[in-house]
């Protein structure tokens, strides 16, 4: 590594176009210590927020141990730019470093595109031990934009597969409704994975009181500005019995030795899909087809 012996008058540029970053060819990736000052934010950077206590207590580590890990870079070619790099990966440990008055902090040096910046963001965002369940799914919905596929995310990130779909599952439902995505946003550090699950699971309920009965819907938007938690928990126990009991079973039509019978519960007022309504018919006329058997016998 090369060492910071002149704090004031280390050439980060000059030393990079000198070459010596490559020890032995271009797969070499050596650690240059860079001026602070000459690293601009990753511009594709989705983490707007950061803890200020674990950015103190980094920054005291950094003052006793000074940085452990590297961050990584890529140039900037535009000499505009008052930065002659801009960071990959390592936020924090980039503003701690700024923080605990260091100058200099070791990078590594990569030619990385755009595509590239963003997919390292996105992965240190999901991979961070203090990710709020609002950051993951949309750090999972940013990466499934870019790869096309929950297998591709799945495999950028090193999480499993339905980890991925349960997220984007979340992220499409919480998205459907503009007023309720703004209020889980205002809300994300308080927001635990259960809360956000329950919605996803009466969110067409929901929906439909947009259209039906719009001032329940701005009431249930009140009650979850208020504290979320706690609406989504009543909203639950509201409507997942409806969900429960409006679902015509394949089973609602039974035969045995005793008897022959047909059950369809649906409660009044409860919107039925069309598939629901075709299994009722089914089970509706292989009841009656059955009847006109046993009459017929």
């Known amino acids: 590594m090369e060492r910071d012996t002149d704090k004031g008058g280390f050439d980060s540029a000059g030393y990079l176009s000198s070459g010596k970053e490559r020890t032995s060819g271009p797969g070499v990736e050596a650690v240059v210590n860079i001026p602070v000052s000459d690293i601009g934010p990753n511009p594709f950077q989705p ?80 991979q961070r031990e203090n990710l709020t369940t609002i950051d993951a ?62 919605f996803g699971k009466i969110a067409s309920q929901v929906r439909r009181l947009q259209k039906s009965d719009r001032r329940e819907y701005e009431r249930i938007q009140r009650a979850m500005a208020k504290d979320i938690k706690k609406a989504v928990a009543r909203l639950l126990a ?4 409806i969900t429960a009991t409006s679902k015509v079973k394949p089973e609602s039509f039974r035969e045995n030795e005793k008897e022959i019978s047909l059950h369809l519960r649906i409660p009044k007022g409860v919107s039925l899909s069309a598939e629901l309504v075709s299994e009722a018919r089914a089970n509706a006329e292989a009841f009656l087809n059955r009847l006109s058997e046993i009459a017929g016998e």
């Not at 799914?137 to 990130?157: P, W």
């Not at 703004?182 to 308080?190: M, Y």
């Not at 509201?238 to 019995?241: A, D, I, L």
């Open 47 to 126: 983490r707007k927020i950061f803890d200020k206590n674990a950015l103190n207590e980094l920054s005291q580590s950094i003052r006793e141990k000074g940085v452990l890990q590297p961050v990584t870079v890529r140039r900037v070619n535009d000499s505009s730019s008052p930065f002659r790099f801009e960071l990959a990966a390592g936020e924090r440990r980039l503003r701690a470093s700024g923080e605990a008055g260091l100058t200099h902090i070791p990078a590594i040096v990569k030619d990385l595109s755009d595509n590239d910046m963003r997919d390292i963001g996105l992965i240190e965002n999901i």
């Open 137 to 198: 799914m949309n750090g999972y919905a940013d990466l499934f934009e870019i790869h096309g596929s929950a297998d591709a995310v799945a495999q950028k990130t090193g999480k499993h597969k339905r980890t991925v779909e349960k997220y984007l599952k979340l992220h499409s439902e919480i998205n459907s409704m503009p007023e309720m995505a703004k209020i889980f946003a205002e809300q994300s550090a308080r927001v635990e994975f259960a809360t956000a699950e329950g």
């Open 238 to 241: 509201k409507y997942s019995q």
